[in-house]
């Protein structure tokens, strides 16, 4: 039987998730297919992870997608020698599970004496691609976890030379490169580098915008929580819940599974409630409100730290939710981009629930 999930990828065969094939559409239509490079920058638990793997899914028959991390690997980042050797493990790794002939992977080296390490990784990535019998492509979840470090900067730097080579007929290199994190790369150097005085000239002004809305409607809600309404022979406005969700979360996806999760969990083996058909109604669906904003849960942790870390957001927020004050929505302002890249903000609204959130404080 399937299940709710807010703590890892989600997965259509074991999990209740919003049908975000027609999403996975659209990046390949509009990026796939034209060899761009992107990043998916949204907040945490935006549904950027799951993205990644079902767009791996979907290509893996005609592409080599090679899935790598930077989540938990600090040591990765502790010298330009450290981080090639471990790219290059994280990449043949990734090469098995796509099933990348095993001459190719073998051959995939740089020595560990190397005295110029990234481009002996620039080089081997040139001899790859140009070997394989499928076009690669390359992605990087939690990119922005190099904190404090130039090398991935350095990195990224390499790769948008090669794709600018590739494009003159100069060099073979990844057909795509897709990057995941809260920070896109114009951010990322500014968190990395805070007081360089050219700070927005980016590395990695190769890729394109990327602006696929990820949050979910009403109407995908709906579907979600159709299939469980019917899997489990459930009596309640389908409708009605995904309107209250929406309200309450403008979409957020972590946000929609976790009220769907704690009505299907929490409320259900309340004493005051006791089943299913019970909890799915406006009182346990109130409750799984009240529950949602009592817990502690890494995206709260997260927002809080983000404003503790950046007072000049938190003070906005304060003037729009507190003070009621009007603020003009320009996303060249450094705030406003702020609160749209950690989650504040959705287009020209704070969400909701964040409001209740921040009043909490």
């Known amino acids: 039987m399937k299940m709710f999930n ?104 740089v020595d560990e004496d190397s005295i110029n390490p990234l481009q002996d990784l620039d080089n081997q990535i040139t001899k790859f691609c140009m070997s394989s019998d499928r076009e690669v492509i390359l992605m990087i979840d939690e990119i922005d976890e190099a904190t404090n470090n130039d090398i991935v900067i350095y990195f990224l730097a390499m790769l948008r030379d090669k794709y600018i080579n590739w494009s003159v007929g100069k060099d073979c290199t990844f057909k795509n490169v897709i990057l995941a994190g809260v920070y896109d790369v114009k951010n990322l150097k500014r968190r990395i580098r805070p007081d360089e005085e050219h700070r927005y000239n980016s590395p990695w002004n190769v890729a394109v915008n990327f602006d696929i809305d990820l949050s979910f409607s009403v109407s995908d809600i709906e579907r979600m929580i159709s299939e469980y309404k019917s899997d489990y ?16 979360t403008s979409g957020y996806p972590f946000l929609v599974s976790r009220i769907c999760e704690l009505l299907d969990t929490s409320v259900t083996f309340n004493k005051e409630f006791g089943s299913r058909s019970v909890a799915w109604t406006k009182e346990g669906f109130l409750q799984a409100i009240r529950e949602l904003l009592s817990e502690r849960n890494t995206l709260f942790d997260d927002l809080v730290k983000k404003l503790d870390e950046n007072t000049g957001l938190k003070n906005l927020i304060y ?4 003070e009621g004050k009007t603020v003009p929505f320009n996303q060249m302002d450094n705030l406003i981009e702020m609160g749209l890249m ?13 409001r209740i959130v921040f009043s909490k404080l």
């Open 319 to 322: 003037a729009i939710i507190v």
């Open 233 to 248: 022979g459930l009596d309640f406005d389908v409708h009605w819940f995904s309107e209250q969700i929406y309200a309450y």
């Open 342 to 354: 950690f989650g504040w903000f959705k287009e020209k609204i704070i969400i909701q629930f964040f």
């Open 6 to 109: 807010t703590t890892v990828v989600c997965i259509p065969e074991r999990h209740y998730m919003v049908d975000i094939s027609s999403k996975i559409n659209q990046i390949i239509e509009r990026y796939i297919n034209y060899n761009r490079y992107f990043v998916i920058n949204r907040a945490r638990q935006y549904g950027k992870t799951t993205t990644l793997y079902m767009l791996e899914r979907t290509l893996a028959s005609k592409y080599y997608v090679l899935s790598i991390g930077f989540a938990g690997k600090p040591s990765l980042f502790a010298s330009e020698k450290a981080f090639v050797q471990g790219f290059i493990e994280k990449l043949k790794m990734a090469m098995k599970f796509a099933k990348v002939p095993a001459n190719l992977i073998n051959e995939f080296k």
